[in-house]
């Protein structure tokens, strides 16, 4: 039977096993995938808490962890078109991605391009979509200076390079250790920590036009006293009444195959690279959701599987 690495009810990490289950079978509109590599994310941790997402309810009891996954088509779904069996793809799981086959609906999936590997598709559909659909929102004109909270993590890291292309001058908050990581991706480092709003001042002289926040709390707060206008604050890192307290709005995610296409696209052409630091196979899932649960990943973690290149 198929491998998955699956919480068996709400809790901390003694909830996690790798046990064998059914092999899913697609429905309307899914498509059952071979997975090669499955992107790790901080959501996946808080779906074993009991972390429902907004609009959603919390993951139904044993539930597979992940969210992004890139794999072969290995069975079509009644009323599916444009995908056939051994089409390579990538996209946003039904109900989880560690595991060695998931179903993914033809609504978030995209045909992986040839010049893409398995292992850097997987970590596209959340953290680089995120960072898309952040900036598309925040629409700042070039030449325009966006600070990013958290921008050496996954997202944060997939920001400053589609800022960077979009003629933005991005601004990274991050721990000192990551400060080369931040220069590397074009943007000037600014420390995180208390009193991080001076800093970023200094840093920035010409003033911020607009925040995307991934951290949340005391750093939000802090972020958003540099904008004079609250409409270009954003966060995929607080709650919505969070922000919405302080004038901003929670990142809005398109959720969709042409975001996939897009971010894969900026990746063939060299503008994006997705800087998988951290990869672990299947067996060893624990420790790659450990990587990302301490909170000070670098870049993204992913899961391969074998035949993964
Ligand atoms: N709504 C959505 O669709 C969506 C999608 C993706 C992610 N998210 C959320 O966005 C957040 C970031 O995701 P991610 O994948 O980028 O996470 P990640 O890869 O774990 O990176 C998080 C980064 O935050 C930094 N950080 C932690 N505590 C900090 C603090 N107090 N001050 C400043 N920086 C701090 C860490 O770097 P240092 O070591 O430098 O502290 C780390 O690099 C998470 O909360 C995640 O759940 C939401």
Same mark, same amino acid.
């Given at each position: ?11 901390g ?43 959603g ?27 056939a069996?051994?089409d ?8 989880g991605?560690?595991?060695e ?87 000037v ?7 991080? %709003?001076?800093?970023? *001042? +200094? ?5 911020? $036009?607009? #925040?995307? =926040? @991934? /951290?949340g709390?005391?750093? &939000?707060?802090?972020?958003a ?8 604050l ?14 901003g %709005?929670?990142?809005l *995610? +398109?959720?969709?195959a042409?975001?996939? $296409?897009? #971010?894969? =696209? @900026? /990746?063939?052409?060299?503008? &994006?690279?997705?800087?998988?630091t ?18 000070h990943a ?12």
């Amino acid at each position: 039977m198929p491998k998955a690495y699956v919480f068996t009810r709400f809790g901390g990490p003694e909830t996690e096993a790798l046990v064998d289950v059914d092999r899913p079978r697609p429905g309307p509109g899914q498509l059952l995938v071979a997975v090669r590599a499955a992107g790790v994310n901080p959501v996946d941790w808080k779906q074993r808490t009991g972390y429902a997402r907004a609009g959603g309810g919390a993951r139904e009891l044993p539930a597979v962890f992940g969210n992004e996954v890139a794999g072969v088509v290995a069975e079509v779904g009644p009323d599916v078109t444009g995908f056939a069996v051994g089409d390579e793809v990538f996209g946003n799981p039904v109900a989880g991605g560690y595991a060695e086959y998931t179903l993914l609906p033809v609504t978030v999936t995209a045909h992986k391009p040839a010049g893409l590997s398995f292992t850097d598709a997987a970590a596209l559909p959340v953290a680089a979509a995120t960072a898309y659909d952040g900036i598309v929102q925040l629409a700042l004109p070039e030449g325009a200076t966006l600070l990013v909270t958290g921008a050496g993590g996954g997202v944060g890291a997939a920001i400053l390079q589609i800022a960077r292309i979009r003629g933005l001058r991005a601004v990274g908050v991050a721990s000192d250790a990551k400060k080369d990581f931040v220069e590397s991706l074009g943007a000037v480092h600014v420390p995180s920590g208390p009193d991080l %709003a001076a800093r970023a *001042r +200094a840093a920035a002289p010409e003033g911020v $036009d607009g #925040v995307y =926040d @991934l /951290v949340g709390g005391d750093v &939000l707060a802090e972020a958003a006293t540099l904008l004079t206008d609250r409409t270009k604050l954003i966060t995929a890192g607080a709650s919505a009444e969070d922000v919405e307290l302080l004038g901003g %709005a929670r990142v809005l *995610r +398109a959720r969709d195959a042409a975001v996939l $296409d897009a #971010v894969a =696209d @900026l /990746v063939v052409r060299g503008d &994006l690279t997705p800087h998988v630091t951290a990869t672990f196979p299947l067996d060893r899932a624990a420790e790659a959701l450990r990587t990302v649960e301490e909170g000070h990943a670098r870049g993204k973690t992913v899961i391969v599987i074998e035949g993964t290149r």
